[in-house]
């Protein structure tokens, strides 16, 4: 009896300890697509976070659509979660599921990327200062260029209100450059959407190739397009030509700047953001006051910096 007692105290005991991490709650997580390995670092993070104090997070990849990120706000209000965390897939069409999370009276918080629609209620935003990391991305345009100038072309994601930040700085260090100097002008020659990733990046520069074959650069909102635009140029024979600035960091952007691939990048720092995130849910849970908005400076990063960056010589 004594050894059937110990048995079953012990299978408590496991019960208890791998209930433990949820004990005080579940937080709901849609991230705008788990295939960007930017959005996987944020959630894992906020995983790895919640779990100290006692919460589990389920992650969800909204795949950049607002209709099924919808539906997954709206599991995560049937399942009666304690919070829920976006990186919105649309910044506008997200407002109606975030107004149906307001009144289930579950608060919603997001990161990199924020809702633009004004009533619908979000208790505080984490992101990178884009609109500073934009301006970081002219400047070094503006230093690639030089005196001689040249064409540009923009890889957009014009959804995403974290890129129009982005493009908006980098436009006005441009125009800046441009109405201080009378040679060496940069000409923004075409803006398209790069839909954030490799293929839709490779299509569109390849585009703005066949129609600007002359273009001396390419600024690229984030990694995945920066190298479908290398890719594209690869295909035509014009990787000595046209130089790319891309954005945020990524071990992948990090591993094609150390090999020449992309020049610099606005690095970000997704790990802090879902850390971030985390602790401002805690706090909003203890009743503290929370800002309405938290933004993380942005880096340059280029090549001398990828040799010498322990990610990249731990990799290898």
């Known amino acids: 009896m004594n050894g059937f007692l110990k048995i079953c105290l012990a299978v408590m005991l496991v019960s208890a300890v791998g209930c433990g991490k949820s004990d005080k709650g579940t937080i709901g997580v849609s991230v705008l697509t788990l295939t ?3 959005f996987k670092v944020i959630a894992d993070n906020m995983e790895e976070e919640a779990a100290k104090h ?3 997070v389920i992650v969800v990849s909204g795949d950049r659509d607002v209709k099924k990120q919808s539906d997954q706000i709206d599991d995560f209000i049937v399942k009666g979660v304690s919070a ?3 990186n919105p897939c649309d910044s506008k069409s997200i ?3 975030i107004k149906r999370a307001n009144e289930a009276g579950i608060p919603v918080f997001t990161n990199d ?6 009533d619908a209620e979000v208790v505080c935003h984490v992101a990178t200062d884009n609109e500073q990391g934009g301006r970081l991305a002219g400047q070094a345009m503006v230093k690639l260029l030089g005196e ?3 064409k540009v072309a923009v890889l957009h994601f014009p959804q ?6 982005r493009v908006k700085g980098f436009t006005e260090v441009v125009e800046a450059h441009n109405a201080e100097t009378a040679g060496g002008k940069i000409e923004v020659v075409a803006t398209l959407d790069g839909g954030g990733a490799r293929d839709e990046g490779f299509n569109a520069a390849k585009d703005a190739m066949e129609a600007n074959p002359d273009m001396a650069a390419i600024f690229a909102i984030n990694d995945p397009s920066g190298l479908g635009a290398y890719a594209a140029l690869e295909a035509v024979g014009k990787v000595d030509q046209v130089k790319i600035v891309a954005f945020d960091g990524q071990k992948i952007g990090k591993q094609a700047i150390l090999e020449g691939k992309i ?3 606005p690095i970000q720092f997704p790990d802090r953001m879902g850390k971030k995130t985390i602790e401002m849910i805690l706090k909003h849970f203890n009743g503290d006051e929370v800002p309405a908005e938290i933004l993380i400076k942005s880096e340059l990063y280029y090549q001398q910096d990828a040799e010498q960056d322990p990610e990249l010589k731990k990799a290898a």
Request: with cysteine; net charge negative; aromatic share 6%.
């Open 160 to 165: 995403a209100e974290s890129c129009q930040l």
């Open 84 to 86: 829920i965390v976006l």
């Open 95 to 97: 407002g109606p599921a």
């Open 36 to 38: 960007n390995p930017f």
């Open 54 to 56: 006692g919460y589990e």
């Open 148 to 150: 001689a100038g040249g």
């Open 113 to 118: 990327i924020k809702c633009q629609v004004e």
């Open 263 to 265: 020049v610099c990048d």
